[in-house]
């Protein structure tokens, strides 16, 4: 099938490459030329594990995939034309959609009288397909053009992607049209993974209320987190026999210093700024974001206890800045949001990610912050070294070699990655979330 993405971000670039993986003709359209001039070289835009093998193979070997930034070009090649443009908070809180509708006026611009489907894969607010199918009508003027809308929700977990877009749990398509709903069926059957078909705005709302869920159940296990502080008992003990329930499952029980990237935060805050629209205080959703911004202060919290409020003076090492292991990602990073308030507080701070280290530089500046090529020397001088994103190598440190490194031997575990017992016998001190550590 002839397929047309817009937006070449982690969404579009992925599941470009991947559609063009199952034998599909591809073309990807940007409007950032550096970007769609990079791709062309195989130089990805993103860190995602196996993506510019796989960009290069069905690029420039097998010749599936284009990319562009031919708006014509690109819609008259699709069939199907996904919409996998940004959908950013805005400052009320509710989604950006300002990419979505420009990128739909653009393609009524290029449509004509063949037969399309227009595909939204971007996480828009229920009741947006109705919005893209007028901006579509807005960019065709007079003509006579025929189309119509769907929706099919993109559920990858960054760092994975290419795993989860070929081994989904699920596949969700919406549309009003059976014609539109077959022909997504036909892309995505060979996957052996459940359909769920449905109406537009089920399927807008789907993908809600599964990021929602899941940022639910992680503000869930980190307020279990204080109440295990205040009685004595290890979140970790009380996740696992949680999690060995099979109604309940054992994912998104880590308890830690929060939810951030770029889909829980701006998610969650969407879909309870869309509940307001239609009348209905989702008082639950307010308690999840409410209690993840509250983890951070218990966690800041704790240095301010050990240190005071003024670190002047103090230098920390820091292990981790992407939002979640596995990717270079920093939006909305709970790792981004601590060390900006421990420079703020006075700190110096040597840094190290395996992937986020250049997104950080362009965020953070310079100013109080060594950027660092090895986890082990973030340990050199260090009056406390924190761990802030879950990268496996950094379970794997000796921190018993590396504390003799240390000018006080103290970890702050932001996401109870070590085990306390082993650290606390090497001679450190011991900070994590939720944690039983009197042995
Ligand atoms: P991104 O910011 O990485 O990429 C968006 C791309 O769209 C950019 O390259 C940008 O230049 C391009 N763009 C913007 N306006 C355009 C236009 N008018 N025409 C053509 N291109 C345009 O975004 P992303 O992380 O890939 O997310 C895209 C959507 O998918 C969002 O709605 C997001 O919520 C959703 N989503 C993201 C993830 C994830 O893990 N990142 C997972 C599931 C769903």
Not at 60 to 87: P, S
Not at 165 to 190: C, F, P, Q
Not at 235 to 253: E, H, Q, S, T, Y
Not at 295 to 320: A, D, P, R, S
Request: hydrophobic letters at 40%; proline letters at 2%.
């Amino acid at each position: 099938m002839n397929i047309t993405i817009i937006g070449t971000g982690y969404v579009g670039l992925v599941s470009g490459a991947v559609f063009a993986d199952w034998g599909h003709n591809v073309v990807c359209l940007d409007v950032d030329k550096k970007k769609v001039q990079n791709i062309k070289k195989g130089i990805m835009p993103i860190y995602e594990e196996g993506l510019e093998e796989l960009v290069k193979r069905v690029q420039n070997i097998e010749k599936r995939f284009r990319v562009t930034t031919d708006y014509k070009k690109a819609v008259e090649h699709g069939k199907l034309i996904f919409i996998c443009v940004g959908t950013p908070g805005n400052s009320q809180g509710a989604a950006d959609l300002s990419y979505v509708f420009s990128a739909s006026e653009a393609i009524g611009k290029y449509l004509k009288n063949e037969y399309k489907v227009i595909v939204t894969k971007s996480t828009v607010p229920v009741g947006t397909h109705n919005k893209v199918k007028e901006y579509i009508l807005k960019g065709a003027g007079s003509k006579k053009v025929n189309f119509d809308v769907a929706s099919n929700p993109e559920f990858l977990r960054e760092g994975t992607s290419i795993y989860d877009a070929n081994h989904t749990d699920r596949v969700v398509i919406g549309s009003d049209s059976k014609k539109a709903l077959n022909l997504l069926e036909r892309l995505y059957k060979h996957l052996n993974a459940p359909i769920v078909k449905t109406n537009l705005a089920s399927a807008e709302l789907i993908k809600y209320a599964a990021n929602a869920f899941l940022a639910t159940k992680i503000s869930f296990i980190n307020e279990m987190s204080q109440i295990c502080e205040r009685t004595g008992a290890d979140v970790k003990d009380v996740a696992l026999g949680m999690g060995l329930d099979n109604r309940i499952g054992p994912k998104f029980l880590n308890a830690g210093i929060g939810y951030g990237g770029s889909c829980f935060p701006k998610d969650v805050e969407a879909l309870y700024r869309t509940s307001s629209e239609y009348f209905y205080d989702f008082r639950l959703l307010r308690g999840v974001m409410d209690a993840n911004e509250r983890q951070k202060i218990y966690f800041i919290e704790k240095v301010y206890k050990k240190f005071g409020t003024n670190l002047t003076g103090l230098t920390f090492g820091i292990l981790g800045l992407a939002f979640k292991n596995g990717t270079d990602d920093i939006r909305k990073s709970v790792a981004i949001e601590i060390v900006k308030m421990l420079r703020g507080a006075g700190a110096v701070l040597n840094v190290y990610d395996p992937a986020a280290l250049k997104n950080a530089k362009n965020a953070l500046g310079v100013n109080g912050i060594n950027y660092r090529l090895s986890s082990k020397s973030v340990f050199n001088k260090a009056d406390a070294v924190f761990i802030l994103t879950e990268w496996p190598e950094f379970a794997e440190l000796n921190y018993a070699h590396l504390s003799k490194k240390m000018r006080k031997k103290i970890i702050f575990d932001g996401r109870n990655l070590l085990n306390p017992k082993e650290v606390i016998s090497a001679g450190l001190d011991y900070y994590g979330i939720g944690r039983f550590l009197n042995f």
